[in-house]
């Protein structure tokens, strides 16, 4: 190459394999070219370098195998490692998982397992039926402010008191009304609402078919109208009686065939009465040309008639025709002016015969007793008394109540009654409406014809149709006895009720045949005159939503309880057919149904708490469903409020927390949380607790329930004090009872803990939080109840739940509408809540993901305002405020 080539940096061109010198050969090469010209130690340091080589080979191939291994060892320890940690982060996921729904499940109602998992439960409603059914039963004194032996017949003084309501003779008969007896009448009758247009109807049709229950005035309102139109209508003197009573035998067209036969002359211008007995077995009442038959024989003679019938089934194609009216009751408050003075001046008229026919007494007596005008303002004061009216219990008085009362009235007054007397006789007016109203029911069936001929058997031993109309006959006693169960329920459910008493009524009484069911047998006009009922409107829950109702209730406090005691004490038969009624409510799915049948239930419990007992409330307590078991705690709860009985119960429930089988315990859980059942709320705590932590928490969540339904008791401080005490526990079990009494007192609305009664604080806040009600009324427990909520929410076990739960709190701010709800309780409660730093950064996250919820984002302002709620500061500024 020459030197331009190599300044030029081209690249010398390498030699060919071929073209190798000499001197390039391998040094092994060459040694073996020597021949045996080569040392011994050359040979041995030519082997050793080869197997120097070759090791060192051997050794960098291991070395680089060891490496790859403890990698591949590595990366699989560490992939070990990863899933370990996987499979502990899962399982720990699954364990809060677990833990989080056993806490969930132990917040639920306990009729949740009945109505699904996310199913509404219906206790709030049921606590409000329960409230209104509890008004219509006085527990306030027990069963011997009546006593019937006493004073169904007694003579006090003057005064005969005579209450037993069953009629003295057979029914009435023919023959003329005294003059006496009419003169007596026009100075006592009070006229009824409507009594002119009465009078006009009989004047102008000549008949007239009077309809009206049993008790009304409608007989002396008859007889008061026959009196006046006929007194001008030209009757010669002498001739004969004017007014008449005709008997039921022949009826219509015997009264139509005498008017019409020999001797009509003779009646003109008088007048008749006669009582038609429709609900009498085989009786038929008569038909429109009956009727216009007896009114043309009537016009022959111009003479009057007044037809009357009781309010019924059978009776309306009477009122609908030509000739019917109802005949409204007289004014209660008249009709007793009347009576009082009445009596005051037979009182005076007594006292001026005895001066006359014995003057040496009368000398002795004082002659500066009150005036009558004084004597009667005085007892109608004393018929206003708040005492006196509630033991009367009737809104509207009858004639003959109205008879008793004033003379009961006067006779206190005269001093002829003690005032417990007085009160004891005010009692049975109630007592003797519900005597009248079941007496001579068997009578009646024992005349009802059979299939075969009277015998009421088949003769083949097989199912016969038995007695007929026998379910007509039990209809109007089963709505009493229904009404008397339910009142205050919608006229549907009450009506439905009747239908299935009827139908068990009519079983019991003819085993061996099937009772005919009338469908149309329903007249609800008659069934409210017969059973002393109005209706109402109102409305009632079905399935968490209120809806118009009408309501049906009786006009008198005092009648519920008449009705139940007089089926209960005096008609043992009727027990075993009422006893499976009640079970049937029991499963009724409606609150305002099976809460009012268990009201009732506890009431016949304490007229026979033996019977109760076995019949009643043990076979319920120890049953599947939770309906049953709550059914028998509110009748032992209702049997607890009358102090004859407390003892007895708070002993069986006290048994039952103790020794009882599991649903035994459960009942007692439930009547524990009602407040009766224990001596104190201690007691009931202790036996809370033993129920809760028993068998690892089985029946927690009952217990815990009940735990949060005392909190609406007086001694609340006690209640939260406890459950604090729990959650310190050293024991899992108990601290596990107070952090899930703790979450569901967060979740617990007003209105379903049964102490809040109406009117009450807690009360008018019903639909609020049960805590935010408590903190809003009560601030000296708003410390406890953080602490406790802080507890739980810094739980492992309990934090997600309870986190929920303070999110339904945040919620109850303000309702959908906008307005305000349970703010001044969270006013109370977030700031001692969210005291700390860390608190307040988890109210923060809190609030954040409420504002994020996709399906019911929280809105920015309200999030906001609970904010500063929560962390109030004087110093805040606008733009603070605006943006959180």
């Known amino acids: 190459m020459s030197d331009e080539q190599r300044a030029a940096g081209a690249p010398e061109r390498a030699p060919r394999p071929d073209e190798r010198p000499r001197d390039d050969r391998p040094r092994a090469e060459e040694g073996r070219a020597g021949g045996d010209g080569g040392s011994a130690d050359s040979k041995a340091a030519e082997k050793g370098k080869n197997e120097r080589d070759k090791n060192g080979s051997d050794r960098d191939g291991k070395d680089r195998d060891g490496r790859d291994k403890d990698e591949r060892d590595k990366d699989e320890q560490g992939k070990e490692e990863r899933e370990k940690e996987e499979r502990e982060r899962e399982e720990r996921e699954r364990e809060r998982e677990r833990v989080t729904g056993r806490f969930k499940e132990h917040t639920r109602d306990p009729l949740a397992e009945e109505q699904g998992d996310d199913g509404p439960t219906d206790l709030a409603a049921a606590s409000r039926a329960r409230h209104a059914t509890r008004m219509l039963f006085d527990t306030g004194r027990d069963l011997n402010s009546f006593d019937r032996s006493f004073i169904q017949s007694a003579h006090i003084g003057d005064i005969h008191l005579r209450l037993d309501s069953r009629p003295s003779g057979a029914g009435m008969r023919s023959g003329p009304v005294p003059e006496d007896e009419l003169r007596g009448l026009r100075r006592v009758h009070v006229e009824p609402q409507g009594y002119v247009r009465l009078r006009n109807a009989l004047t102008a049709r000549r008949l007239l078919v009077l309809g009206a229950a049993p008790g009304t005035g409608r007989t002396s309102t008859a007889l008061s109208l026959l009196d006046e139109v006929t007194a001008g209508a030209g009757a010669e003197p002498g001739s004969g009686p004017r007014v008449s009573r005709v008997g039921p035998d022949g009826g219509v067209r015997r009264l139509a065939d005498l008017l019409s036969g020999e001797g009509a002359e003779d009646r003109h211008g008088t007048g008749y009465l006669l009582e038609l007995a429709l609900t009498k077995p085989g009786s038929l009442p008569p038909d429109a040309m009956d009727l216009d ?46 009576r009082l003075r009445e009596k005051l001046e037979e009182r005076r008229e007594g006292r001026e015969d005895l001066a006359a026919g014995a003057p040496d007494l009368a000398a002795g007596a004082p002659d500066h007793g009150p005036r009558p005008e ?110 008397a169960v339910l009142g205050g329920a919608p006229h549907s459910a009450v009506a439905a009720a009747a239908h299935l008493l009827t139908w068990e009524l009519s079983v019991q009484s003819d085993p061996d045949n099937t009772p005919a069911r009338p469908l ?21 829950e079905v399935a968490g939503a209120e809806v118009d109702a009408r309501l049906i209730w009786y006009r008198g406090s005092a009648l519920p309880a008449a009705v139940l005691a007089e089926l209960w004490e005096r008609h043992f038969p009727v027990r075993a057919p009422v006893v499976r009624w009640l079970r049937l409510l029991s499963d009724d799915p409606r609150p305002h149904v099976w809460m009012r049948a268990a009201v009732a239930a506890g009431e016949l419990c304490v007229r026979d708490f033996d019977h109760g007992y076995a019949e009643l409330i043990r076979p319920l307590a120890e049953a599947a469903t ?77 217990a815990s329930f009940n735990v949060v339904r005392l909190l609406a008791l007086p001694d609340v401080a006690k209640v939260l004090r406890r459950m604090s005490d729990w959650t310190h526990h050293r024991h899992e079990a108990y601290q596990d009872l107070g952090l899930v009494t703790t979450v569901r007192l967060a979740v617990t609305g007003v209105d379903e803990v049964p102490a809040a009664e109406p009117g009450s604080p807690l009360g008018d806040r019903g639909d609020w939080p049960l805590p935010l009600a408590l903190a809003a009324t009560r601030p000296e427990l708003v410390r406890p109840m953080a602490d406790l909520l802080w ?40 700031p ?36 500063w709620l929560a962390v109030p500061s004087p110093d805040r500024t606008g733009e603070e405020e605006r943006h959180g």
């Open 293 to 338: 038959g007896l009114a043309a024989a009537l016009d022959g003679c111009a003479a009057f008639a007044v037809i009357v019938v009781t309010l019924g089934s059978a009776a309306n194609p009477l009122l609908t025709g030509r000739y019917g009216m109802i005949c409204p009751p007289a004014p209660t408050q008249e009709l007793l002016t009347t």
């Open 520 to 540: 149309f047998c329903d007249d609800p006009e008659s069934d409210r005159a017969l059973s002393r009922a109005e209706l109402t409107d109102g409305r009632v």
């Open 626 to 702: 939770p309906r049953r078991r709550i059914f028998a705690a509110t009748a032992m709860d209702q049997a607890a409020g009358h102090a004859s009985h407390r003892k007895a119960v708070r002993k069986l429930v006290d048994d039952w927390s103790r020794y009882g089988t599991k649903p035994l315990r459960w009942t007692a859980a439930m009547a524990l949380g009602y407040g009766n059942a224990a001596a104190s709320t201690d007691d009931a705590l202790d036996a809370l607790a033993r129920i809760g932590v028993r068998d690892d928490g089985d029946q927690l969540a009952v």
């Open 791 to 830: 507890t739980a929410l810094n739980t492992a076990r309990s934090k997600d739940v309870a986190m929920d739960a303070l999110e339904t709190l945040l919620r109850s701010a303000v309702r959908k509408d906008g307005s305000e709800w349970a703010r001044p309780g969270l006013a109370a409660l977030l």
């Open 374 to 483: 004084d004597l009667l303002t005085a007892a109608e004061e004393l018929a206003e008394r708040e005492e006196v009216r509630d033991a009367v219990g009737l809104k509207d008085l009858r004639p003959a109540e109205a008879e008793l009362l004033a003379s009961l009235l006067a006779g206190h007054l005269l001093g002829d009654l003690s005032y417990d007397e007085l009160l004891s006789g005010c009692r049975s007016l109630a007592a003797g409406q519900a005597q009248e109203w079941f007496v001579g029911v068997d009578r009646a069936l024992t005349a009802l014809p059979a299939a075969d001929g009277g015998t009421g058997q088949s003769g083949t031993g097989q199912s016969g149709p038995g007695r007929s109309g026998t379910a007509a006959l039990f209809h109007p006693v089963a709505f009493r006895i229904a009404l």
């Open 832 to 867: 001692a809540l969210a005291a700390e730093e860390h608190d307040q950064r988890r109210l923060d996250w809190l609030l954040r993901r409420m504002m994020n919820d996709p399906e019911n984002p929280l809105p920015d302002a309200q999030a906001r305002s609970l904010w």
